[in-house]
């Protein structure tokens, strides 16, 4: 009897230790330092923060039911302690953001975890400063046809970016805001009386992000062509 009951204790240990491993991977011709926010109450990964050498990867364990957010920092400089900045997507001065997101503009990963599947997207309501594509790696597919699909937005945005909306450093567009951002207006922000779906729309800002990414956030109401699903996944996060 004992041996039975410690062996279903040890079973369900391991059943609900379940975990998903993002791999982290730059693709970019230069160095790059991924910035990580974990949802609220959900543990830090990395401390927040790392550095990532063209062609290098690493692998990140997630626990079960972890939610948060990946994002690109470009052009940093840190000293010895960690302390520096990044031309894009800075978090607060630190190699480790220990909590803290990523300045605007940033191009967001970002997941929920086991809810009770995994939902997943790639967003540019904080605005784009470089491509990322999430790569779903096994897992099963739950109903609908946004189940572990490939989402990328590898177009450079920067380059099409509306002139009201470039942020710009020694005349070169390295970030595009997104209107709320570049502006803080109702209508692009969905707040106020644009509150909900049925009031905000996608405007002429949000329609150049989608015509370049056509699967990513392009504003907050952008869910039934950008948000996925799958199950039971690991996943490739490729910068570049």
């Known amino acids: 009897m004992a041996f039975w009951y ?4 040890a079973l369900s240990f391991l059943v609900g230790s379940d975990a998903s491993v993002f791999t982290l991977e730059n693709r970019c011709k230069d160095t790059i330092w991924p910035g990580i926010q974990p949802g609220a109450g959900k543990p830090q990964l990395m401390d927040g923060g790392l550095q990532l050498r063209p062609g290098q990867a690493v692998k990140i364990t997630a626990p079960k039911g972890w939610s948060g957010r990946f994002w690109g920092r ?10 520096g900045t990044c031309v894009t997507s800075d978090c607060g001065g630190m190699l480790k953001c220990v909590g803290a997101g990523g300045a605007p503009p940033a191009t967001l990963a970002e997941f929920t975890l086991d ?4 939902f997943y997207d790639v967003s540019l309501v904080d605005g784009y400063n470089m491509p990322i594509s999430i790569i779903p790696l096994g897992g ?10 490939i989402v990328r937005c590898v177009s ?3 380059q099409r970016c509306p002139s009201g909306l470039q942020v710009r450093r020694n005349r070169r567009v390295v970030g595009c805001m997104s209107a709320c951002m570049a502006f803080n207006k109702p209508e692009y922000c969905c707040t106020g009386k ?3 779906p049925q009031t905000c729309k996608p405007t002429n800002y949000s329609k150049v992000f989608k ?3 056509p699967t990513t956030y392009s504003y907050a109401y952008d869910d039934p062509t950008s948000t996925f699903t799958c199950q039971g ?5 490729r910068f570049c």
Do not use: E, M, T
């Open 6 to 9: 410690f062996y279903l204790l």
């Open 233 to 237: 996944a690991n996943y490739l996060i």
């Open 115 to 118: 809810s009770p599947v995994d």
């Open 194 to 196: 644009y509150g909900g």
């Open 156 to 158: 450079d945005l920067n």
């Open 140 to 149: 099963s597919r739950s109903a609908g046809s946004n189940s572990c699909k």
């Open 211 to 213: 015509a370049a990414c």
């Open 74 to 83: 470009r052009w940093c400089s840190f000293n010895n302690s960690g302390k």
